[in-house]
């Protein structure tokens, strides 16, 4: 039954009556909820009641896109729905990525072209797309964020797989259905975060896991148009059957950022704040060996101590250098734990994937006299 304040589902488990909300926002919120706590074939049971209060409530072109999903599953159905409109809305792309100059002039030039208008030139000379892309490299250096921009650079949906089924092996058996999205969506990035827990060795806990995501990137065809891309903190753990032709075709190191990236990565997050007249040169050489996030933590406190120090007095108190560097000189980066943890692995036959992170290791070692703490 369809009514003016949204759509009445009766289960008849509990006789419970679930109103869903009266715009789409609402309608993708509460039917996620409802999709994973009761049983399918009740919702099943209901597509024509739900898609008719869909109707004039949806953009046409979302309805057309996620009605095949119903049938995999209603579940499947609002994850297409929610995908589709926040591919619509995402206002990312690479020109909001802070510094990083390099890694976005290869997306450019190498990766974009082969992803985007130019893919039917690719299809008549028998590329295929990009199966797999690898993003390594400290924490809090962009890696999860990056695939947000790519996917708003690309106007593509952006499919993120839930932490969950990364950390429980009992969940791999749903590996297929997120790959099954991405290929019927097309135009798809599909991210797997932390992805060095699904690809550990075969012989460890998520040996299934393991052998699922091969066999899912092992299927890549000529004709898919989706991207799948992973992102760690730590590389050496992964499978090398992952490193094959065919399965991660690039692999990108996201480094701390340079000297360059990190007086862009402070302009860019001073940008609409109150500020004095600032030495980014000076704030970019204290900064050494942070990350992106670190950096990001330091305005943001600095903007807080202001913030304080405003509502105290009264009137608006400008974020100074000295404030910052007082900010910078309180905390170590964050990376240098993760650093020192890299320095005592052995990379063995992963040196050449991994070259550049090796070099780092080393410019580390030759540097660790005088630390990374200041």
Same mark, same amino acid.
């Given at each position: 039954m369809v009514s003016e304040g949204g759509l009445e589902l009766i289960f008849s488990r509990d006789e419970e009556r679930v109103y869903l909300g009266r715009n789409l926002e609402e309608f993708i919120n509460a039917f996620s909820y409802h999709a994973s706590k009761f049983n399918s074939a009740k919702l099943l049971a209901k597509k024509d009641e739900i898609l008719a209060w869909l109707d004039g409530k949806c953009p046409k072109e979302l309805m057309e896109q996620a009605i095949p999903f119903y049938g995999k599953s209603p579940e499947y159905f609002v994850m297409a729905l929610r995908v589709l409109k926040e591919r619509d809305e995402n206002k990312y792309d690479l020109g909001r990525f802070a510094g990083y100059a390099g890694v976005k002039k290869w997306f450019s030039e190498c990766l974009l072209p082969i992803c985007g208008a130019e893919s039917e030139m690719r299809k008549k000379f028998g590329i295929r797309q990009k199966s797999g892309l690898l993003l390594y490299g400290p924490p809090g250096c962009g890696k999860s964020y990056l695939p947000h921009c790519l996917a708003g650079e690309l106007k593509y949906c952006f499919v993120n797989v839930p932490p969950l089924l990364i950390e429980y092996p009992q969940e791999a058996d749903r590996i297929p259905s997120y790959f099954d999205v991405a290929r019927k969506l097309k135009h798809a990035i599909l991210h797997f975060d932390d992805i060095d827990k699904l690809c550990e060795s075969r012989a460890e806990l998520r040996a299934s896991a393991t052998r699922l995501l091969l066999s899912e990137m092992d299927g890549h065809k000529i004709d898919d148009e989706y991207l799948l891309v992973g992102s760690t903190n730590y590389p050496e753990r992964i499978d090398p059957a992952f490193f094959r032709p065919g399965r991660f075709d690039e692999v990108v190191y996201m480094r701390l950022p340079d000297i360059e990236s990190r007086k862009e990565i402070f302009r860019h997050c001073l940008a609409s704040i109150p500020t004095e007249? /600032?030495?980014f040169s000076e704030l970019a050489e204290k900064t050494e060996f942070c990350s992106c996030a670190d950096i990001t933590h330091f305005?943001? %406190?600095?903007? /807080?101590?202001?913030? &304080?120090?405003?509502?105290? =007095? +009264?009137?608006?108190? #400008?974020?100074?250098?000295?404030?910052? /560097? +007082? &900010?910078?000189?309180? %905390? =170590?980066?964050? #990376? #240098?734990?993760w650093f020192e943890e890299k320095a005592k692995v052995d990379f063995g036959h992963f040196s050449e994937v991994f070259s550049e992170l090796v070099k780092d290791i080393e410019a580390y070692r030759e540097k660790k006299g005088c630390s990374y703490a200041r």
């Open positions: 007249s /600032l030495d305005c943001m %406190q600095a903007a /807080l101590d202001c913030c &304080r120090k405003s509502m105290k =007095n +009264g009137k608006e108190i #400008a974020i100074s250098q000295e404030t910052l /560097l +007082g &900010r910078v000189s309180r %905390q =170590n980066p964050s #990376a #240098a734990s």
